[in-house]
C-alpha cells in the first residue's frame, strides 16, 4: 500500500539507523545524554534560543510550553483550525486548567489586528489572556504557510501586549524550506518553539522545544511531571541530527509530489475544491455532499491509503518514502475514479 494518510508513517533510512546505533548515549533526565544535548544546543543555535528541550511527541512539546506560558483560568488565544485546539485531548484544559479563544481567518492565519482585538481588555471580568498560540504549517488549512510579515507583526502585537507568542512549528521545516526564510530570523519571531521530528524529517520519533534559558528550565520540570523524561534517547536525538543534515533540502520533493496531486484534484469533476497546496499537504472537498469515505474507499482499492478529514474533505500528505513511482500510481488512480 502507498500510505498518505500522514508524513508520520515513514520508517528510518538505512543512514538513519546507522547514525542512531552509533550515537553516544546517557541519562537524559540527569540532562546527561550528549547526543540529546547536541540536538538541543543545535538547533536552539539554528533558531535563535537560548536553549532547547528534547521531547517525546510534538503534542507533549506543546502541552509542555502552554504549561509554562499559563495559569489556571488564563485563556489561550489560538485558532479555530490549530492542532493544540483540535488534536491534543483538550490538553489546554486537562493539563493547564486554561480556556481557549479562537481566531477564525482563513487557512488557519492570525493577523496581528485580529490577535489585539482578542486579547481580552484587564478587567477582572475576563479571563486573562496569558499565551498566543500560532502554528506554521497549518494543517488543517491545508499545509499553509504563514507569511513572514504577519508572523512578524504578530509576534510584535503580542510582545507588545506583554504576551508570550508561542510556535506550534510541527511543520515549520516545510515552511522555511518552501520559503527560503532564515531559520534565526523566523525563530527569534517566537519566544517558544516546538518542532516535530517525525514529520516530514522522517525520524521514528521525538519532538524539541526551544525558548529561553529560563523558560526551558521550567518546561524540564514539566516534562517530568507530565512522564516524558527518557533516560538514552540519544538514539533518537541522532536519528533527529541526521535528518537535519539530510532531510530538509528534499523537502521540496514532497512539496512538488503534492502539488502534482492537487493539480490534478483540481481538475477532477468530483472534487469542488482542493485548498491551496503550499508544502506537503493536499486537502480536497467533494461535490454535491459526496462522502469523504467513498474517495478513502476507492483510494484504498487502488492500493492508496488517505484520511477523510470531515464529512467530505479528503487528506493526502506527502513524505520521505513517497517516490515518484508511487505518485504515478496515486495520480492514475484518481484519474480512475470517478
Ligand atoms: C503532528 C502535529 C503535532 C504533534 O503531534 P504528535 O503526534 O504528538 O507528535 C502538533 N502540531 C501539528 C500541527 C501537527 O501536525
Redesign the pocket.
Known amino acids: 500500500m502507498i500510505d498518505l494518510r500522514s508524513d ?1 508513517v515513514t520508517r528510518p533510512t538505512e543512514a538513519m539507523l546507522k547514525a542512531m546505533m552509533s550515537a553516544p548515549t546517557g541519562d537524559d533526565v540527569y540532562a546527561e545524554d550528549p547526543t540529546v544535548n547536541r540536538l538541543q544546543e543545535e538547533l536552539a543555535g539554528q533558531f535563535g534560543h537560548e536553549a532547547g528541550l528534547f521531547c517525546p ?4 512539546a ?1 502541552q509542555i510550553a502552554i504549561n509554562v506560558h499559563v495559569s489556571p483560568g488564563d485563556e489561550v488565544l489560538c485558532h479555530r483550525l490549530s ?1 493544540v485546539y483540535n ?1 491534543e485531548g483538550g490538553g489546554i484544559a486537562r493539563n493547564s486548567g486554561a480556556s481557549v479563544r479562537l481566531v477564525d481567518e482563513p487557512h488557519g492565519a492570525m493577523p496581528a489586528s485580529v490577535i489585539q482585538a482578542e486579547i481580552n481588555p484587564a478587567d477582572s471580568h475576563f479571563a486573562r489572556t496569558s499565551l498566543v498560540c500560532v ?1 506554521d504549517t497549518v ?1 488543517k488549512g491545508g499545509g499553509a504557510v504563514q507569511s513572514l510579515a504577519m508572523l512578524a507583526e504578530g509576534s510584535a502585537a503580542s510582545r507588545a501586549a506583554g504576551l508570550p507568542f508561542h510556535l ?1 512549528g ?2 515549520a521545516w516545510n515552511a522555511l524550506r518552501k520559503t527560503g526564510e532564515d531559520w534565526k530570523r523566523y525563530g527569534t519571531l517566537f519566544d517558544s518553539i ?1 518542532l ?1 521530528l ?2 516530514g524529517l522522517g525520524t521514528p520519533a521525538g ?1 524539541v522545544l526551544l525558548g529561553s534559558r529560563d523558560f526551558i528550565e521550567e518546561a524540564h520540570r514539566t516534562r517530568k511531571v507530565m512522564g516524558g523524561g527518557m533516560r538514552q534517547v540519544g538514539i533518537l536525538a541522532a536519528a533527529g541530527l541526521h535528518a537535519i543534515e539530510h532531510h530538509f533540502d528534499r523537502l521540496q520533493d514532497d512539496h512538488e509530489r503534492a502539488s502534482r496531486i492537487g493539480a490534478l484534484l483540481s481538475e477532477h469533476p468530483a472534487v469542488l475544491k482542493v485548498a491551496p497546496v503550499e508544502t506537503n499537504i493536499v486537502i480536497a472537498q467533494l461535490t454535491g455532499g459526496r462522502p469523504a469515505s467513498e474517495l478513502v474507499e476507492a483510494q484504498r482499492t487502488a492500493g492508496v491509503l488517505c484520511s477523510a478529514f470531515g464529512p467530505d474533505k479528503v487528506r493526502w500528505v506527502t513524505h520521505l518514502d513517497f517516490g515518484d513511482d508511487d505518485l504515478a500510481q496515486v495520480l492514475k488512480s484518481l484519474e480512475d475514479w470517478n
Do not use: I, L, V, W
Open positions: 508520520t511527541s510534538g503534542t507533549m506543546n492542532h488534536y502554528e494543517n506550534d510541527a511543520r516546538s516535530c517525525s514529520k519532538s
